[in-house]
């Protein structure tokens, strides 16, 4: 089983950073990949960013060039680096965990934390 808990979230000004911090309990973090997805109000979720075991990275068109997800085995920890916010980053984020051999684009299976509010406003 992993748990994972979800902080950095906050009220920030257009064009302002957020690094978000996820971590996790348990003693497999080094080999699942992990995803960073959000929900805004009245939207699906949808995939952010992901890394994988081996460190690849993945992130939508929408935060390339912006969001930059990393993560530390040691301190089973995966990271959202988030600049240049806009209004419509606004959306609770979430972490995902996919056990091996799951990518972190299938959520079918998986660990869940319980989320960060992000608003983007002035």
């Known amino acids: 089983q992993v748990q994972l808990v979800e902080s950095g979230g906050g009220l920030v000004q257009p064009g302002g950073s957020l690094r978000l911090s996820c971590v996790a309990s348990?003693?497999?973090?080094?080999?699942?990949?992990m995803g960073w997805y959000r929900q805004a109000p009245g939207k699906q979720r949808e995939l952010v960013a992901g890394?994988?075991?081996?460190?690849?990275?993945n992130y939508a068109d929408s935060v390339k060039g912006r969001f930059t997800i990393s993560r530390d085995n040691v301190k089973k920890a995966v990271y959202l680096q988030m600049n240049s916010l806009k209004p419509e980053d606004t959306a609770v984020y979430f972490c995902?965990?996919?056990?091996?051999?799951?990518?972190?684009?299938?959520?079918?299976?998986?660990?869940w934390g319980q989320g960060t509010q992000v608003t983007v406003s002035s």
């Open positions: 995902f965990a996919a056990p091996p051999p799951l990518s972190y684009v299938n959520t079918r299976a998986g660990y």
């Open positions: 348990g003693s497999i973090f080094s080999i699942l990949a």
């Open positions: 890394i994988s075991s081996g460190g690849s990275t």
